[in-house]
């Protein structure tokens, strides 16, 4: 069974540039976390999805920033124009179907590392 | 708000002694978890232990059990026998609201020496 998939593992871009992150749960997942993590910080949560749906995007900037996860296919983050304060790790997590939520442990991928140049 | 607070410098250890790493935290909630995760230098997030609140004994995985104290608000990580694959960064984590989703305390570096 395989983990929390997330590619690219690293990812340069200039600035400018738009970087697509992509992110595809364990199997049986249908809840889907985005995190960034800036270096010798921990992590910050940017949005939680579950499938056709945002549920809480209180962690996103305002700009530039957008997610989503599609019926089929990975969840998926996009940063638009990236600028030098965007380079970090992006950290995907995600758990199973559960009503209501409950203290799941988050299954994390290895996280994708974005340098903007 | 929930907020975690990992103050701790830069621990060592010898290899096969045990490590306290120190983990307190503040919340209104009165039912709430605690987490602990260990990212090596590779870069990925490894679940290590959780605490619920109303847990009646500390929890405990293997080498790894929690030193959950409720009323000075710390959920301390204990690591016996420490190996050298222990090397890494230490994040203590607790779910905020409904949603499950984590505040991470900023993260402490442990290095076992041989």
């Known amino acids: 069974n395989a983990g929390v998939m997330q590619n690219p593992r690293h990812l340069v871009r200039r600035r400018g540039q738009e970087a697509r992150l992509r992110c595809s749960p364990m199997k049986g997942h249908s809840h889907v976390y985005w995190y960034r993590q800036l270096p010798e910080e921990g992590l910050k949560f940017m949005v939680y999805l579950q499938k056709e749906n945002i549920i809480d995007e209180s962690g996103m900037p305002k700009e530039r920033f957008s997610a989503e996860f599609p019926k089929e296919g990975p969840s998926i983050l996009r940063i638009q124009q990236v600028v030098r304060g965007d380079s970090a790790a992006y950290f995907c997590?995600?758990?199973?179907?559960?009503?209501?939520?409950?203290?799941?442990?988050?299954?994390f991928g290895s996280g994708t590392q974005l340098s903007v140049l | 708000a929930q907020k975690i607070t990992q103050t701790q410098p830069g621990m060592f250890v010898q290899e096969k002694e045990a490590v306290t790493l120190d983990c307190t935290y503040d919340t209104s909630d009165p039912s709430y978890g605690l987490f602990w995760y260990k990212q090596p230098s590779s870069g990925e997030m490894i679940f290590l232990i959780y605490?619920?609140?109303?847990?009646?004994q500390n929890a405990t995985e293997g080498r790894y059990s929690l030193n959950f104290q409720k009323a000075r608000k710390s959920a301390n990580l204990v690591i016996s026998a420490s190996q050298l694959g222990d090397s890494a960064m230490y994040f203590c984590a607790m779910p905020t609201g409904a949603n499950s989703k984590l505040t991470f305390g900023k993260g402490i570096t442990l290095s076992v020496r041989p």
């Open positions: 605490q619920g609140s109303y847990d009646q």
């Open positions: 997590a995600s758990s199973p179907p559960r009503t209501p939520p409950t203290n799941e442990k988050l299954f």
